[in-house]
Every structure is written in C-alpha cells, then in structure tokens.
C-alpha cells in the first residue's frame, strides 16, 4: 500500500510559480514511475507530467511543456512539480498518483493505481 500526500498549492498571479510536492510513504517508492495529473471544475481528471523510477525519463502534455518541470528525490520519497509561467486556464486540483512499473508513457488515469487527495491550485489574471 502506498500514500500519498500533496502540498505546496495556493493562489497566484498569471505568470507566477508555485512547487507542488507529493509526499509518500512504503518502501517501494523508488521501484515505480510517478505522475501529475489535474482536474478544473466540471471537466474531467487531465494528465499533466510522468517521472520514471529513476527520473531519468519524463513526459508533458502538450499544454505545459516548456513552464512545468517534474522532478523526484527517492531518498526522501517525494515527487515535484515546479510550475512557471502559470497561466489561468492552469487553474485546478492537482494530483499526484503512482503506477506499479518503474516506467511508463501513460498520459490515462486508469495506468496509476494509488491517488493522493490533491493540492488546489488558483492562478489569477
């Protein structure tokens, strides 16, 4: 069983950063590939970046290539998203979530089985 909590989400200005953080707990944290994903009101649950086992991959989506970075610290079990560049449309919950292989290419909910609640994100304009 694996938990996982994130922190670091808060109201921000158009062209503001924030540092999401995701927090887990079980041993097997460095043996798996971790991702980002978000959800604004009345839309569905977004893929947003993936993290191999090693954080020697990583994947975007199209919308936050180039201002987001994912990054992990597997000595201290925890998986970042520094956002720059945010934008209003970034607006949302995000998630952190882990699959059960050290690496993965998914960008769809169903290839990550633990969820952590989420951190809200608000960018103003």
């Known amino acids: 069983q694996v938990q996982l909590v994130e922190s670091g989400g808060g109201l921000v200005q158009a062209g503001g950063s924030l540092r999401l953080s995701c927090a887990a707990s079980g041993r097997t944290f460095s043996s798996y590939a971790m991702g980002w994903f978000r959800q604004a009101p009345g839309k569905e649950r977004e893929f947003v970046a993936t993290?191999?086992?090693?954080?020697?991959?990583?994947y975007y989506a199209d919308s936050v290539k180039g201002r987001f970075t994912i990054s992990r610290d597997n000595a201290k079990n925890t998986v970042y998203l520094q956002m720059d560049s945010l934008r209003p449309e970034d607006t949302a919950l995000y998630h952190c979530?882990?699959?059960?292989?050290?690496?993965?290419?998914?960008?769809?909910?169903?290839?990550?089985?633990?969820w952590g609640q989420g951190t809200q994100v608000t960018v103003s304009s």
């Open positions: 993290i191999n086992w090693s954080g020697a991959n990583t």
């Open positions: 979530a882990t699959t059960r292989t050290p690496f993965t290419s998914a960008t769809t909910t169903v290839a990550f089985y633990y």
